[in-house]
């Protein structure tokens, strides 16, 4: 099988010659080729012969066409500030509460570094066709509200005016739909949707219920029609409350975080294909033999349910250790096998 077979056999529950095996490789991918991440996240071409690189390299199953949080907000007037060897920081968000009437939905192939990245997902399709999934990112409707006010005053608005609040998560959906849409139109089997502001962490469950659900149910619903394989829900930290309410969402990949349990997340999605959970921080911290003990356990864990995929928590810290990210994919083979540079 290869690595798209293998993780279309996983999220149908079906039989594969090994776990499928996707460690979140993004920023890491310009460390493994010596590229600073300001140029990698600004320059699409880079950026996709960065991860063929790392993908040849550990030889997992997927490629991400994906910079950081801030690509949709950027390109609707967030100042950022950019570093040689770290992500962007927000200098100034694109709009204020007096002035959410004023923004538009930005073009895709023109605005900000949107183009770069559907020239990445273009790219990294033409290369490895249907042989790995090609992964692509938008954010989720309540992270992207958060990405264009900031937190604090998102938060607020939503307390204060949840009318208007409203109108901002309806604007932010249909920014999702449109750079989603664009990316599966370059190539993408499929955008990851990542929403960490909607986390129990950030708003409560039935908060969630109330305005965050029908919005993720509408964005999977149009991206299905626009051709994605499969729908990829990434929401980060204790999300046990509101893990019910994914099967109405539409979501048929549910990355599991290293602070959930997966049994609570087997036992809460019977039906959905879950990958994870890994602590990212590990691939920098542990052994080899302590990344392929945990990843090896997963394997056992999840090997009578079946419906899984091998991954970190979140995303694999840029300065990990190859080696554990190697000891990772060589525990999914079954195998043994040492990556070697």
């Not at 999220?11 to 460690?23: E, R």
Request: with cysteine; hydrophobic share 45%; proline share 7%.
């Amino acid at each position: 099988m290869n690595g798209i077979e293998r993780i279309k056999a996983a999220i149908s529950f079906q039989k594969q010659d090994h776990v499928p095996v996707m460690p979140q490789v993004f920023g890491h991918a310009a460390i493994l080729s010596a590229v600073t991440l300001d140029d990698y996240i600004r320059d699409g071409d880079l950026l996709a012969r960065c991860q063929l690189n790392a993908q040849e390299f550990y030889g997992y199953d997927a490629v991400f066409a994906l910079m950081d949080v801030y690509v949709e907000s950027e390109a609707m007037g967030s100042v950022l500030v950019y570093q040689a060897d770290r992500y962007p920081t927000v200098k100034a968000y694109a709009a204020d509460v007096s002035g959410l009437n004023n923004l538009t939905v930005p073009d895709p192939y023109r605005d900000g570094r949107m183009p770069e990245l559907i020239k990445a997902a273009a790219y990294l399709r033409r290369e490895v066709g249907n042989n790995v999934l090609v992964v692509g990112c938008v954010l989720g409707p309540m992270t992207l509200a958060v990405q264009l006010l900031g937190m604090e005053k998102a938060i607020y608005l939503a307390i204060d005016e949840p009318e208007q609040f409203t109108r901002l998560l309806d604007f932010a959906t249909s920014v999702i739909i449109r750079f989603g849409s664009a990316q599966l139109e370059a190539g993408v089997h499929l955008p990851v949707v990542f929403d960490p502001a909607s986390s129990p962490d950030v708003i409560p469950p039935q908060f969630f219920r109330e305005f965050i659900l029908p919005r993720l149910k509408q964005v999977f619903e149009s991206f299905k029609q626009a051709g994605s394989a499969v729908n990829w829900l990434h929401t980060t930290g204790p999300v046990e409350p509101i893990l019910p309410f994914y099967t109405q969402a539409g979501v048929e990949l549910f990355n599991i975080d290293y602070c959930v349990s997966p049994l609570n997340a087997m036992q809460a999605l019977p039906q959905t294909c879950l990958n994870g959970n890994i602590k990212p921080v590990s691939f920098i911290e542990k052994t080899p033999a302590e990344i392929k003990a945990e990843s090896s356990n997963l394997i056992d864990l999840f090997a009578k349910r079946g419906g899984f995929i091998l991954s970190s928590g979140c995303e694999i810290p840029p300065e990990s250790k190859p080696e554990n990210i190697a000891a990772m994919v060589s525990a999914a083979r079954g195998d043994g096998e040492q990556c070697q540079r």
